[in-house]
C-alpha cells in the first residue's frame, strides 16, 4: 500500500495528466504550439506525442532542452521564431496561480527565460496545474526564481535583497549552481506575501544583472485547473 505521501503524489500526478489531456485537445491541425517546461507540461507533450502518432500536424517551440528532446523523440516537429515568430497557442505550468488575477510565479524548473519568451509570443496562453498551485496571493507557497547573469551574481542578489527579498542561489545536485539553458544563475528570491507583485516585478526588471524574474504579470489568457472535481477552466 502507498504511503501518506505516495497517495497524495498519486492523485496529483492524476490530476496533471487530466489537465495535460484537456490542454492537449485545444491543439488543432497547423497550428504553431509552445510547448512548456515540467512535470505537468510533460505530460501534455506525451498527449501530443499521441495526437501526432494519430495524424495531427501542428509545430512545436519547446521552452527548455529537456521539452525539445521529449518532443523529439516521440516524432513531433520543432521549429524556432526565425521562421516562425508568433505562436498561435503557448500551453504552460505554473507554480502559483494568483485566483484574482490569474498572474502566476514560474520557473522551478529552471525555465522561466525561455518559457517567458515563449508566452510573451504567443496568442493564446494556457497555463495548466492541479489545484494545489492555486492561491490567493502569489508569494503564498514559493519564493519568485529570478534568473540572473553569472558575472555578478553576488551584487545582484544584493541588490535583490535590498527590496526586500531573501535570496538562495539554486544548486543541482552535485551542489554547484544550477546553470539554465541560456547559461544563466537562479536565484530564489523569496519575498513572503505579496499584495502588489506587478510592482515588485517591475522594481526586479530594474535590476541590473537580472536576466527575468518567474513572474508571469497580464499574460495567461486561461487557466485549466484540475482537481477533485475534474478540470475546471479559469478565464481572465
Ligand atoms: C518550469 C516551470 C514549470 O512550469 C513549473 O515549475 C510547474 O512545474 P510542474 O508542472 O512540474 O509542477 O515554470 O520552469
Not at 104 to 123: C, D, H, M, S, Y
Not at 141 to 166: D, K, S
Amino acid at each position: 500500500m502507498a504511503s501518506g505521501n505516495g497517495v497524495m503524489t498519486d492523485q496529483a500526478d492524476r490530476q496533471k495528466q487530466a489537465v495535460a489531456v484537456a490542454a492537449a485537445a485545444l491543439v488543432e491541425n497547423g497550428m504553431v504550439v509552445g510547448l512548456g517546461t515540467g512535470s505537468t507540461a510533460a505530460y501534455m507533450i506525451e498527449v501530443l506525442g499521441q495526437r501526432w502518432a494519430e495524424g495531427l500536424r501542428f509545430v512545436g517551440i519547446p521552452t527548455s532542452e529537456r521539452s525539445a528532446e521529449q518532443a523529439r523523440a516521440l516524432g513531433i516537429e520543432l521549429v524556432t521564431f526565425a521562421t516562425h515568430p508568433v505562436i498561435d497557442l503557448a500551453i504552460d505550468g505554473a507554480d502559483e496561480v494568483e485566483r484574482g488575477t490569474l498572474d502566476l510565479i514560474k520557473g522551478l524548473g529552471g525555465a522561466l527565460f525561455r518559457e517567458k519568451i515563449v508566452a510573451a509570443a504567443a496568442k493564446r496562453f494556457v497555463v495548466v496545474a492541479d489545484a494545489s498551485k492555486l492561491v490567493d496571493h502569489l508569494g503564498t507557497r514559493t519564493a519568485v526564481p529570478v534568473e540572473v547573469t553569472p558575472f555578478g551574481w553576488e551584487r545582484t542578489a544584493y541588490q535583490i535583497e535590498a527590496l526586500g527579498a531573501t535570496t538562495v542561489p539554486r544548486r543541482d545536485r552535485t551542489g554547484s549552481f544550477f546553470v539554465t539553458d541560456g547559461g544563466n544563475y537562479i536565484l530564489d528570491s523569496n519575498f513572503g506575501v505579496m499584495d502588489d507583485p506587478p510592482r515588485v516585478a517591475r522594481e526586479l526588471r530594474e535590476v541590473v544583472g537580472v536576466v527575468e524574474s518567474g513572474f508571469f504579470i497580464g499574460r495567461t489568457s486561461e487557466v485549466l485547473i484540475a482537481g477533485a472535481d475534474g478540470v475546471t477552466r479559469m478565464v481572465r
